[in-house]
């Protein structure tokens, strides 16, 4: 079973891939409206360009996506155990790093 966090993070971004208006929540953090808001205006690429580039690369099972100052981080968990983290500038889509996580 996925741990509450990431289960929450997975859900959140689904909605925001698919375009899903969502409603501004109460305390909402200004990182999450600005990252909305730059996707909306084609400043960012779509996650789901990125997520699928990377499960290209690293083909496993998704366990996190975070967008941190205009970089996508995606962790995947290879079939050999070994769970890999890609960083992707959002803006552009370049992969930036790839490094093994321990």
Known sequence: M???RILMTFAC???LMAGAPL??????DA??????????????????NIV???LQRHPGK???VEL??????VEILRADGVVIEL??????GALLKTELDD
């Open 2 to 4: 996925f741990p509450y």
């Open 13 to 15: 971004l689904l909605l």
């Open 23 to 28: 409603a501004v929540a109460h305390g909402q």
């Open 31 to 48: 990182a999450q409206q600005t990252a909305r808001q730059a996707l909306k205006q084609g400043r960012y690429v779509p996650l789901e």
């Open 52 to 54: 699928r580039d990377a």
């Open 62 to 64: 998704l366990l996190e």
């Open 68 to 73: 941190d100052d205009g970089v996508y981080e």
């Open 87 to 92: 960083d992707y500038d959002a803006r552009s």
